[in-house]
């Protein structure tokens, strides 16, 4: 099968930490590696966004990145980049050529509006590719959660839901979505759940932990922005420390990498400022970014890790800590629901419940076995259930599920040889 992916703000070649970047670039670069894996041909469409970039990037056999000409070839914040979603739209389909993929897969909202307007224009004699549509976040979520703070363009609230609505599938990522698509006006029938995995081969329960400072150490990853609730964090480490467990470190990983640039981060000095406050500043490290081949160690050296957003339309770090048989404290939102069992591969508790998350995080300190228990079950659970390969499995449902919706008389014509088009 050839797929052609689409992720405008989210390479898979990327950096990860980053503003905008992060678990979806994760997901579609693991996906598409998987996919390929599988026998089939990958195509990834996102936008240039350094002029030094080369027009395609050959990742693997069946693998490749193509960076199309959609804007001004600079880093941009995601939420700019809805005018230049038509020429990403014209850049595939002048890059397809007469060999159209036989599905498009794209990713977050603006790709879906990029995939349908490119499917829509090389269409010939009513023929059209299937269009899937993994949307990673929801902007009716968002504004719930972050109300006057969502920088989301103000188009989203009619655009992202007629996404849903004209994708030919819509690949969620947990059961709680499945309920907002559907409160979005997209039709149950036409939802399948393809959630996000875990690289097994690089996220394992035996090898190198790193040194750590204090007897007990609980973790926290990701980006630094204020939904991720590593202030809970903080608080709870104040917490323990009331209740007389000061012999804790919370390590954060996320933000810059580099001391300079988080000296400069509003989110890592408010989040100092607290630790500060609450007199735990000494037993507070604040890591920045951390090479993604050494976050398996990092995660083995914590006795848990806490996953504290307000709301989280997936989460791939609670599944990476499964993966090293770390028990993960989370808040019972969004796909952290699917994920985390309660009490078998750890603790959900309530989200900004910071006295919750302190006693959730006790009882795993206080009880070792109890962890270990809880660390070897979630290492089953991610072996288990997400698998990049199991994923893949899923996701190939949803396309032939799609192949075959498509509507009598609108199956494409035979295919003509590949033209070798070039990205634009």
Not at 265 to 293: H, K, T, Y
Request: with cysteine; glycine share 10%; aromatic share 4%.
């Amino acid at each position: 099968m050839r797929i052609s992916m689409v992720s405008e703000h989210a390479s898979p070649l990327a950096a990860l930490g980053g503003v905008d970047a992060g678990g979806q670039n994760v997901h579609v670069a693991a996906l598409s590696v998987a996919l390929a894996a599988r026998g089939h041909t990958v195509q990834v469409y996102t936008r240039r966004d350094d002029p030094g970039l080369p027009d395609r990037v050959q990742v693997q056999d069946g693998l490749e990145v193509v960076h199309v000409a959609a804007g001004p070839a600079l880093p941009l914040p995601k939420d700019d980049l809805l005018p230049y979603m038509g020429q990403l739209a014209e850049g595939m389909v002048a890059d397809w050529g007469n060999q159209p993929p036989d599905v498009v897969h794209s990713h977050f909202w603006m790709s879906g509006l990029a995939a349908l307007e490119a499917v829509q224009s090389a269409a010939d004699d009513g023929a059209r590719v299937p269009v899937l549509h993994t949307f990673h976040a929801l902007g009716t979520v968002k504004k719930r959660h972050q109300g006057a703070e969502d920088t989301s363009p103000p188009e989203r609230t009619w655009l992202e839901p007629s996404v849903g609505r004209r994708a030919d599938r819509v690949l969620a990522t947990c059961s709680d979505e499945v309920f907002e698509l559907k409160a979005m006006g997209v039709p149950g029938s036409r939802i399948s759940i393809a959630p996000c995995g875990v690289d097994l081969s690089l996220f394992k329960s035996r090898g190198p932990a790193e040194p750590r400072g204090r007897r007990h150490r609980i973790a926290a990853v990701g980006r630094l922005v204020p939904r991720k609730g590593v202030d809970l964090a903080i608080q709870a480490l104040g917490l323990l420390q009331e209740a007389g467990m000061a012999d804790v470190e919370l390590l954060i990983v996320g933000g810059s990498s580099d001391c300079a640039g988080l000296e400069s981060d509003p989110e890592a000095r408010r989040l100092m400022s607290l630790a500060r406050s609450l007199g735990v500043a000494d037993r507070v490290l604040l890591r920045g970014q951390v090479p993604r081949e050494d976050m398996p160690a990092v995660l083995r050296s914590a006795d848990a890790v806490v996953c504290a957003p307000w709301y989280e339309p997936f989460g791939i770090v609670p599944l990476e800590a499964m993966a090293c048989a770390v028990p993960v404290v989370a808040t019972a939102v969004g796909g952290l629901i699917d994920t985390v069992v309660h009490g078998k591969t750890g603790l959900l508790v309530p989200p900004r419940d910071p006295a919750a998350l302190a006693a959730a995080l006790g009882e795993l300190l206080q009880n070792p076995g109890y962890a270990r228990r809880l660390g070897t079950a979630g290492r089953q659970r991610a072996s288990a259930r997400y698998s990049w390969d199991r994923v893949a499995q899923e996701t190939e449902k949803a396309y032939q599920l799609a192949l075959r919706g498509v509507p009598l008389g609108q199956a494409r014509p035979a295919r003509l040889q590949p033209t070798g088009g070039q990205a634009l």
